[in-house]
């Protein structure tokens, strides 16, 4: 068994890692980042950040690529069109997504946090870089903020100010597209913001937004707003893989001093883990710290470290709590890996289901209320009918009606039915059926939806008659 942790005083239990003892917010200045792991980030960042903005110009079939249109009720999720009728599918979609969600945290911790979330690419991959960029690392920009206004003072902060502006808005932009479309936007840019001012005045107050998060509020969205993030408590374990610090190899901790037999553990205590963390946090205080997104900025500062002064690298690394007390490997499958595995198996097996029979359109059928039936001399009734179809796809459909249920006709009252592409149609028929086909006064009747030669969708109806 590994030694115990040897720290300071636990004050840093009492309170988050950017807030003092008075209550007031700590400005982190983390140091630039450098390693193997954070090259990898980039390139992984580089990907997400070209997939995110080139995402509103991608079409599959004609439809967006992901657009969720809140105010007209219309969700497109990988060029499939999705309606409120469809609300039940989207329901199942979160709950699969909910179980993966979990089932990835309890499986590989924050991963997502350090590598994936919009948050932390956009602030440590692109503002906090900018940032590098204009005021220099974190002992320039502590010596830049304490001197008094001057030139070189107003220059780099007017730049940074203007640099982080722009990038906002374009942000602003790439989000909006995702929500009312690239089409949309593109009338907002080329028509000008005086002919749409609502969707103008929402791009510039998600700017704002965006300007305040990236400059100002920063690591505390993470700490302080994010669920995820706080809700990591509940699903991790200690089976989970984490950013961890090898107390056994490193404890106790010391300074090393030149010409000394060294007796005390790998840790030299040269604070580099600590400058380098974007959350201002000590992961030497121990895994699963609330602050920690597992960056690996700490990993890459401490195997710089190792190579140095010769120790191997590892000491702080991707492992479990229960590898790095017991000495051993971390294991993916436990039995609570294999529960959740079994739930999303289930689900994913449902929501591809759903998926695959769900029809292209979605049909209402009611009898025009106020209106009985009518008899006519050829011995037939008829009952009036009012029909409202949704269209899921992104073409256009020419509309036919049959009744599917024995024999009979239907007579559409004016034009012909079209259902234009994403959109809905709705009109007025006549159901005739003999009356020797019907029984009793309230028969059920099945009417089908044609498109060309092809069924989209059917629906059952009430059709009354005279008691015989």
């Known amino acids: 068994m590994a030694s115990k942790i040897q720290t300071a005083p636990d004050e840093f239990r009492d309170h988050i890692a950017t807030v003092d003892a008075e209550g007031k917010r700590v400005w982190v200045y983390p140091k630039k980042p450098k390693g193997n792991l954070y090259d990898y980030r980039k390139w992984v960042s580089y990907a997400l ?10 079409k599959i079939n004609g439809l967006p690529l992901l657009m969720l249109n809140v105010v007209e009720r219309k969700f497109v999720i990988l060029g499939v069109l999705f309606w409120p009728q469809d609300f039940f599918i989207l329901v199942l979609a979160f709950l699969a997504l909910t179980v993966f969600i979990i089932l990835f945290t309890v499986v590989y911790g924050r991963i997502f946090c350090g590598w994936v979330c919009p948050q932390t690419i956009f602030l440590e991959m692109v503002f906090r870089r900018i940032e590098y960029a204009i005021e220099g690392d974190y002992t320039k920009q502590k010596a830049l903020n304490k001197m008094p206004w001057n030139g070189e003072k107003l220059l780099k902060k007017s730049a940074k100010t203007a640099v982080f502006l722009l990038i906002s808005f374009l942000i602003a932009n790439t989000f909006l597209a995702y929500v009312i479309g690239i089409e949309e936007l593109q009338k907002i840019v080329l028509e000008g913001p005086v002919n749409h001012l609502v969707g103008f005045s929402t791009l510039m107050v998600f700017t704002g937004i965006f300007y305040w998060v990236f400059a100002y509020f920063r690591e505390q969205v993470c700490t302080i707003v994010c669920p995820y993030g706080r809700l990591q408590g509940v699903m991790l374990d200690k089976k989970s893989l984490v950013v961890a610090y090898d107390y056994g190899r490193g ?12 007796t005390q553990g790998d840790c030299i205590d040269c604070n580099q883990c600590v400058q380098v963390c974007p959350t201002g946090i000590d992961i030497r205080n121990g895994a699963q710290q609330l602050e920690c997104i597992n960056c690996t900025a700490c990993i890459d500062a401490c195997n710089d470290i190792m190579r140095m002064i010769d120790k191997p690298e590892g000491l702080i690394r991707y492992d479990s709590e229960e ?7 971390w294991t993916l499958y436990t039995p ?13 097996s449902a929501l591809t289901t759903l998926l695959v029979v769900r029809d292209d359109a979605q049909a209402t059928i009611l009898r025009t209320p106020g209106q009985l039936y009518q008899k006519t001399e050829q011995g037939t009734v ?6 409202s179809v949704i269209n899921k796809t992104n073409h256009e459909m020419p509309l036919t009606l049959r009744l599917l249920s024995g024999e009979g006709s239907i007579q559409v009252i004016g034009s012909d039915l079209v259902l234009p592409a994403q959109g809905m149609a709705e009109g007025v028929f006549f159901a005739e059926i003999p009356k020797d086909q019907l ?3 309230n028969s059920k009747i099945e009417i089908g939806v044609y498109y060309g030669e092809e069924l989209i969708t059917k629906q059952d109806t009430k059709f009354l008659a005279p008691a015989r």
């Open 382 to 387: 008829k009952n009036l009918y009012n029909i």
């Open 49 to 58: 950040l070209a997939l995110l903005f080139a995402g509103p110009f991608i």
């Open 439 to 441: 029984r009793g006064m």
């Open 251 to 262: 404890e106790p901790r010391a300074k090393l001093r030149k010409g000394q037999v060294r």
């Open 336 to 348: 609570r890996v294999l529960g959740y595995t079994a739930i999303l198996v289930l689900l994913l």
């Open 323 to 329: 590898a790095i007390a017991e000495g051993k490997k």
